[in-house]
């Protein structure tokens, strides 16, 4: 099998490559958008790795050109943390699945073979869900009980990330990075807010409740009361 992996960071870059050999995948790396743009165009691949923000042209573009070439070689995109209005574009212009930076390499590569079993055209998750708790993804919408909630950009990113990465046990810190891409500071409440103002919206009317505090360590989103 052979990859295409297009991402200008060094360092993302190599880490890819190398984990991609090892798992037994022929891969071309290019570092970017225009050489990448070439070697997809020109070249066959069962895959393409394709991240959003590269030089001189971006990844939405070179997606774009593909499905208008007829090529249908599964796409996985790479997204920024947060960029919400990037992985619905990236759907709608022909990707077949994405993935939000930082990310496991397992999941990725977990992601990749599921893609090339499915070959071409994959089912790819646009809904989130957990209990009676809906996010969609496309529509940009969430509901609960099929009652409409109208959430904030950063309400979304936040409660997308919760429903994700649900039964795990969320550090401020990390969620800090993911849906403000900063570093936590002890000395502000902004995650303990937002977390406040989410739970008014999706949780205070209903007596299941979904997020949970972990003293000490973070926030959780369960189906289960947190222990």
């Known amino acids: 099998m052979k990859l295409l992996i297009v991402e200008d960071e060094k360092k993302i870059g190599e880490y ?7 798992a ?14 070439h070697l997809a165009m020109t070249e066959k691949f069962d895959l393409i790795i394709l991240d959003i923000m590269l030089p001189d042209l971006d990844g939405l573009h070179i997606l774009k050109s593909l499905r208008e070439a007829g090529n249908k070689v599964p796409v996985l995109i790479l997204t ?3 960029s919400v209005e990037d992985r619905v574009t990236g759907l709608e212009l022909g990707a077949d699945d994405y993935l ?43 509901s609960r009980g099929g009652q409409r909630i109208h959430l904030t950009t950063k309400e979304f990113s936040l409660l997308e ?15 800090a990075s993911l849906v403000w891409d900063m570093n936590f ?8 807010v937002a977390i406040r103002r989410l739970r008014a919206k999706i949780d205070d009317n209903y007596d299941h409740k979904l997020i949970h505090t972990i003293r000490g360590m973070g926030y ?3 189906s289960t009361p947190a222990p």
Request: overall charge positive; glycine content about 8%; proline content about 3%.
């Open 100 to 142: 939000v930076k930082p990310f496991a390499f397992s999941e990725l590569l977990a992601r990749v073979r599921t893609l090339l079993r499915r070959g071409a055209s994959p089912v790819v998750e646009t809904t989130l869900r957990i209990s009676d708790l809906e996010l969609d993804l496309q529509k940009h919408r969430v």
């Open 185 to 192: 500071d002890s000395d502000t409440n902004v995650i303990d």
């Open 80 to 82: 920024a943390h947060g």
């Open 220 to 222: 959780m989103m369960d």
């Open 24 to 37: 037994g995948f022929i891969v071309n790396l290019s570092r970017n958008g225009m050489d990448g743009n």
């Open 16 to 22: 890819l490559r190398q984990g991609m050999t090892e």
């Open 161 to 175: 990330l919760l429903l994700r990465r649900r039964g795990e046990v969320l550090p401020r810190s990390l969620i």
